[in-house]
């Protein structure tokens, strides 16, 4: 038994999130922790939401309330979706936890008594009537390249140029309007992250088995221009995180807030001192997944990121956790994947473009969007949800192969030997086949999943099922019945055990279904077939099932029309 923390990237507050955020991130991770236990590790798989920054401010003041309040709502809202899709996380943090505020003011001290912090002085734009700066988003004003009169500080939205909120002619505050603003002098703390360049390198050329996606977009930020650079830590700004260096205050840091990207990854830590807490456990409880003097040396950890993300994981947090010269677990292996775009577009958080995690729940079940998402997942390249793959994909996987399955052999058994497996009979040279190709299946099934592929994972679980379907269609229970009743008992017996251990295989991908066909099978032992014959004879003659109600309805035409037209727009 070997101990795997997993985290996802933390989903931003500011919204639902959509089926591009969930295939990339929280959703491969549960598959991953879901299969780890199912081998019998010990797992702690953790998630929270990333809840700081302007984007939250200014979601809450339009949604008009105080910013924890809308924070910790969103939060509620965004566990409760999580819950519906049978993400499977030990916890569901905050970055807005105490644990959270200690930690990251812990690390600032540290990294400053490294020294590798410095303080810069800069110039920002302030505004007067509002008695703050204003950092990008919070500055409004005409593009100087192209004349759009509602440009943002930080981008233009018409022309996409990227700005700088003293580059604004006529600018003003997206707060009050106010146009009574000057640039003052302000100061900051940067990390210097590119002192550690020649470390984070040699760290990243140790991960030789990581994905391209993930080392080649590292490389990148280390090395092309000036290469890696030193970043602000700290923002203008009333929420957040206050500076501090430790538990002291920072001298002339007074009412600023440690930057979102600074304190986002800390919550994976924190996180864990949550999950502790929730649980009435101590500080060693959680410490023995995250220090490697109390006990986390033998963790292996794995992230799950779409590729926007990697910067952070393989540079900036890296450079927080080796900076600190304390004993803190790095992360042993990163999977990213590439985007995963919608009919024709992109998905949108911004513009409501796409499918959202709510709106999907609301028309089917969430066993039909996780086995679609992860057999389709954006790995090797960009992938597309459209609308008549996903109905194909779901009717021909889910219904015909794996639901028809189920549903034929426990109907035949019933109606010809009763709601028990059938005694009479053995097996012959076909079922001695079957369960020699099953565990060769298995067996790769197995190393997808360990390997994170993803969809290879799902194209051998398919494989599985689609083996009894072919044993079935070959060995035909239901004319060897009318010659040689025995025979078809025994061919009955042993589709009836693939049932339950298709249960078991596929109760990381399909949980609902899987859990279904445990039950049908009246049986709880979904314990890995490490060994596959003796899986296959785990129900023996005489054990009682009942016939399970349809797994899988088909989509039709016209459902798939309807959510077509449904979802072409931008959600209001
Ligand atoms: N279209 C996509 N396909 C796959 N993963 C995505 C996609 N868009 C975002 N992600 C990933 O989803 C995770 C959660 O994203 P987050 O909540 O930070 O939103 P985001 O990256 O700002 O996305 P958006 O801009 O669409 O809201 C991140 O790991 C991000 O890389
Ligand atoms: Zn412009």
Same mark, same amino acid.
């Given at each position: ?121 800069e110039k920002q734009v302030y505004s007067v ?37 003293? *580059? $604004? ?7 009050? &309007?106010?146009? @009574?603003?000057?640039?003052? !002098?302000? +100061?900051?703390? =940067? ?44 923002? *203008? $700004? ?7 260096? &430790?538990?002291? @205050?920072?001298?002339?840091? !007074?009412? +600023?807030?440690? =930057? ?86 992109q998905f949108s958080t911004s513009q409501g ?220």
């Open positions: 038994m070997a101990r795997h923390l997993i985290t996802s990237a933390i989903p931003y507050i500011n919204g639902i999130k959509h089926l591009g955020n969930l295939v990339g991130s929280q959703l491969p991770a549960d598959l991953y922790a879901r299969y780890l236990r199912g081998r019998g590790h010990e797992v702690l798989f953790l998630c929270a939401t990333d809840e700081h920054g302007t984007p939250a401010e200014l979601a809450a003041k339009k949604a008009g309330k105080p910013v924890d309040q809308y924070c910790a709502e969103m939060h509620g809202v965004q566990a409760e979706i999580a819950k519906g899709f049978r993400l499977s996380f030990d916890h569901f943090g905050r970055s807005s936890s105490k644990q959270n505020h200690a930690l990251t003011q812990h690390f600032a001290g540290r990294l400053a008594d490294q020294g590798l912090i410095r303080e810069v002085s009537a509002d008695a703050r700066f204003l950092p990008d988003r919070y500055i409004e004003g005409t593009c100087p390249n192209c004349g759009y009169d509602k440009a943002r500080g930080d981008q233009c939205e018409n022309c996409t140029k990227q700005l700088d909120p003293t *580059d $604004l002619i006529n600018p003003r505050s997206a707060i009050s &309007g106010s146009t @009574d603003l000057e640039v003052r !002098e302000t +100061k900051h703390l =940067y990390l210097m992250q590119s002192g550690m360049r020649a470390q984070l390198n040699a760290w990243i050329d140790e991960k030789t088995d990581w994905p391209i996606l993930t080392t080649s977009i590292a490389r990148k930020w280390l090395n092309d221009g000036d290469g890696l650079q030193d970043r602000g830590i700290t923002r *203008d $700004l009333h929420w957040g995180i206050p500076v501090k260096r &430790g538990d002291q @205050d920072w001298p002339g840091m !007074e009412g +600023k807030v440690f =930057y979102v990207w600074f304190d986002a990854p800390i919550e994976y830590i924190a996180c864990a001192g949550e999950w502790a807490e929730a649980h009435g456990l101590g500080d060693d409880a959680w410490e023995r997944w995250w220090r490697t003097d109390k006990g986390a040396e033998d963790v292996r950890y794995t992230q799950f990121m779409g590729k926007d993300n990697v910067p952070f994981h393989t540079l900036s947090f890296p450079a927080t956790i080796l900076g600190s010269g304390e004993p803190w677990k790095l992360v042993d292996y990163i999977k990213s994947f590439n985007y995963l775009n919608y009919d024709g577009g473009r796409g499918v959202f995690m709510d709106q999907a729940l609301d028309i089917l079940p969430p066993d039909y969007w996780r086995w679609w998402l992860l057999s389709h997942a954006p790995e090797s390249s960009d992938s597309e949800f459209t609308w008549e793959n996903f109905q194909s994909s779901v009717n021909k996987d889910l219904a015909d192969v794996l639901g028809n399955f189920v549903s034929r052999v426990t109907k035949f058994c019933r109606s010809k030997f009763g709601e028990a497996v059938p005694e009479a009979g053995s097996y012959g040279p076909e079922e001695e086949a079957l369960i020699e190709t099953i565990t060769a299946r298995v067996r790769a099934y197995e190393r997808s999943m360990e390997a994170m592929e993803v969809r290879k994972s799902a194209a051998e679980l398919r494989g599985i099922w689609v083996a009894g379907n072919e044993y079935l269609q070959s060995v035909a229970p239901w004319t060897v019945f009318k010659t040689d009743p025995d025979k078809a008992a025994a061919q009955i017996r042993l589709a009836l055990n693939l049932v339950r251990l298709y249960g078991v295989l596929s109760a990381p991908f399909v949980p609902d279904a899987a859990a279904d066909m445990l039950k049908a099978m009246q049986t709880e032992d979904d314990s890995w077939p490490d060994d596959v014959r003796a899986a296959l004879g785990v129900l023996e003659a005489g054990h009682a099932f009942t016939v399970p109600d349809v797994a899988f309805a088909k989509i039709t035409d016209e459902q798939r029309e309807g959510w077509q037209a449904r979802f072409s727009g931008v959600r209001e």
